[in-house]
């Protein structure tokens, strides 16, 4: 589902390097070493493209025949289903409407499709009493129809926000604990409770029957794998994209409009729940500071950064302030290393990839104190890369970083908001292509004009084509939001399916993803990377160069007016 916003528009690459350290157990308590060893210094140098390519290892590019040379550039494309395909009954929604959408994504040359597996619904009438039917009459006619599917395991609610046009909440007997024990849930500082998704202090708390959050997502996964065992071999599925956090992504709920929130406002930090105070209280005492407490004037949702003390006044530079941001985002990257050690477990030998959602937090990027991006969990700043010890963690699970905001373009935020989603998206590719990791992405608005479809294509082949041999720079896949009604409109459809044609460089459907990708079972996570090395991938590098324009364009005004000529024409 989408979380961004902007008020003016409506194969797995070569395996990723040996860990150098010994194998120490991804434990806190190793961050408060690290964080002595460096003397709290977050000022880190930034290095030039000359350094960067001497450093990343790319896959070899492989000369390609003439027969497949094309195909090496081909991004497949898989369209979010509905968010209410399946009803809160657990029951498929019009069959029949949906089999006809399919056909026609087919015949545009669509790859396949993605669906949320909400949790809500299937573990609704108590904890393990799965109810998968809805979910298997939904894959089978999506593989009658000859697609392949994105599956996302939904651990949150569905409802508060952008996009999000029904209401989901999460099984009814996990909310219960909360009416007794309302820490279960994210708390801001004010004392508001987000019941969007559980807060990452509970994860490995057994408050739920005997169980703790992360053995729910655990067992939800075991069972989604029992019962879908045909379909995994017969490979329908592509991506099992594990839910992390409020809209499926790995983030705190900052910017919450349940809670009042507006873009561009910085959002609020979500950690004071009880379970997450004590962890901090316990993490400031061990590094000889019990004095320290939560940011107490780092604003209100829709505060701009310069209104707040904690960043207005820099004391986010602070050592207190730099301490508390490093345990807040280190939260973050604990809770999706642990839940995401769950699921290699679960789906381990499968043909499947799996995916993690990080949200394009793009406004106040490009002032000096990201704040927006820091109150989410992304501790980034100038002179320190807060995306490229997501992607180190993600490269141990062999997990695709699908990352959002694909076809913003900065011309097209208010300049008051500071906004840079195309250098964001710069910054972030090459975090992952530093890493060796696995890139995809979506769209976070829904859009269907040829500057938002152009700008997607620059962003996932930020180089052009490569007739020659595979590009160095392409993502993975590109899941694009969403079906329905406004994206099959005659207009509409008529630039989407050329939009297809330019994402597969020209070149007609391909079945066979072996042809253009490497579809291997699922290897077993490798071992787990000390807290130490997490951090030595916050030096920040100067991001790689993108081409101004794409080569592969879906056309631009002219085009817009002839095609809007012709659209006036009932035969065309």
């Not at 968010?83 to 040359?109: F, P, R, S």
């Not at 508060?160 to 849930?185: A, E, L």
């Not at 061990?286 to 209100?300: I, L, Q, S, T, Y």
């Not at 995401?340 to 477990?345: F, S, V």
Request: charged content about 25%; overall charge negative; glycine content about 8%.
């Amino acid at each position: 589902m989408a979380s961004i916003v902007c008020p003016k528009l409506g194969g797995f690459p070569a395996r990723c390097r040996q860990w150098k350290l010994p194998r120490i157990q991804f434990l806190e308590k190793n961050m408060y070493t690290v964080w002595e060893k460096q003397g709290f210094n977050c000022q880190k140098s930034i290095k030039t493209p000359h350094a960067l390519a001497t450093e990343v290892s790319f896959k070899a590019s492989t000369p390609l025949n003439d027969k497949d040379s094309m195909l090496a550039n081909y991004v497949p494309i898989y369209v979010m289903l509905q968010l209410e395909i399946i009803t809160n009954d657990n029951v498929l929604k019009d069959k029949e409407g949906l089999e006809k959408q399919l056909k026609q994504l087919k015949d545009a040359g669509v790859d396949g499709v993605m669906c949320d597996v909400w949790w809500g619904i299937v573990e609704s009438k108590g904890p393990k009493e799965y109810d998968w039917r809805a979910y298997r009459t939904l894959f089978q006619l999506v593989q009658d129809c000859k697609m392949k599917m994105q599956v996302v395991m939904s651990f949150h609610q569905c409802g508060g926000n952008i996009g999000d046009v029904v209401n989901i909440p999460i099984p009814h007997w996990v909310r219960d604990v909360g009416v007794t024990d309302p820490d279960i849930f994210y708390t801001d500082r004010v004392g508001n409770r987000n019941v969007e998704y559980l807060t990452i202090g509970v994860d490995n708390q057994p408050l739920f029957g005997g169980r703790t959050a992360i053995e729910m997502y655990s067992d939800y996964m075991k069972s989604f794998k029992e019962n879908m065992v045909d379909f995994l071999e017969a490979e329908l599925f592509t991506d099992i994209e594990v839910g992390l956090g409020p809209a499926g992504e790995l983030r705190y709920p900052s910017y919450p409009q349940s809670q009042g929130w507006a873009f561009p406002g910085i959002g609020e930090f979500q950690c004071y729940d009880k379970y997450l105070k004590a962890d901090f209280e316990e993490a400031t005492t061990k590094v000889g500071h019990p004095d320290w407490e939560f940011p107490n004037d780092a604003g209100e949702y829709n505060n701009k950064p310069n209104e707040t003390g904690f960043f207005g006044s820099e004391g986010y530079l602070s050592e207190k302030g730099k301490f508390f941001l490093t345990w807040y985002s280190n939260k973050l990257l604990i809770h999706g290393d642990e839940i995401l050690e769950e699921a290699n477990k679960a789906f381990m030998g499968c043909k499947v990839k799996l995916a993690c959602k990080i949200s394009g937090i793009h406004w106040w990027y490009k002032d000096e104190t990201h704040a927006a991006e820091l109150t989410a969990g992304y501790y980034n700043l100038n002179d320190r890369d807060g995306y490229c010890p997501i992607a180190r963690m993600l490269s141990r699970h062999y997990a695709a970083f699908n990352f959002t905001c694909l076809e913003m373009r900065d011309s097209e935020q208010p300049t008051s908001a500071k906004s840079g989603p195309q250098e964001l998206v710069q910054q972030v590719f090459t975090a992952v292509k530093r890493e060796e990791g696995i890139m995809a992405g979506e769209n976070a608005l829904e859009r269907y004009d040829y500057k938002a479809y152009n700008q997607i294509l620059l962003s996932v082949r930020p180089n052009g084509i490569n007739r020659k041999e595979s590009p160095k720079l392409k993502m993975e896949a590109l899941t694009f939001l969403r079906l329905g009604d406004d994206l099959l409109l005659k207009k509409n459809y008529n630039l989407f399916k050329r939009f297809v044609k330019k994402l597969h460089a020209d070149q007609e459907y391909c079945s066979d993803l072996r042809k253009y990708s490497t579809v291997v079972p699922l290897e077993r996570s490798k071992p787990k990377i000390p807290i130490e090395e997490l951090l030595e991938a916050t030096e920040r590098i100067e991001s790689f160069p993108f081409d101004d324009h794409t080569d592969m364009s879906v056309g631009g005004q002219l085009n817009d007016f002839i095609d809007g000529f012709f659209n006036m024409i009932p035969f065309f």
